[in-house]
């Protein structure tokens, strides 16, 4: 079963990730597969359509001064052009946008990786477990 929620409905205003969690561990219990996909349109032509670096840092939880590099790193294409708005009162303005379609596997990666750092931190703040023998050397007392 695919859901789509319309773009005013109140499900389009819910986080997926957190949607994703609550639908697994409502139907977990009842061993049915939940799985979150997305589908990105990748026909941007027009720069205007492209996000900027404000809309990519958000998506990617990192600050706008981190975008650039993000971006650099990571294989996002950028186009700098200057926005009709701007054109006739600020005509040296312009504006880096990137790609939408590569943004978004960018933050998917990120969200992956992160959750992992996560899942590795917890695992390495548990410690030994109880009745692990550990050796400890202190050296001469």
Known sequence: ??????????????????????????????????????????DFLRPDEWWTASHTAGLWRV????????????????????????????????????DPGRAYEVAEELRAERAAGRAADSTAAAGPAEGDATERSFGPL
């Open 63 to 98: 600050p706008v001064g981190e975008v650039d590099g993000i971006a650099a790193q990571r294989g996002v294409e950028g186009y700098s052009y200057t926005p009709r708005a701007h054109a006739m009162y600020s005509p040296g303005t312009s504006v880096t946008v990137y």
């Open 1 to 42: 079963m695919e859901c789509e929620p319309a773009t005013a409905a109140p499900l389009s205003r819910v986080d997926a990730e957190a949607l994703t969690g609550w639908l697994t561990e409502q139907l977990g219990r009842v061993q049915v597969a939940v799985e979150r996909r997305t589908e990105v349109k990748r």
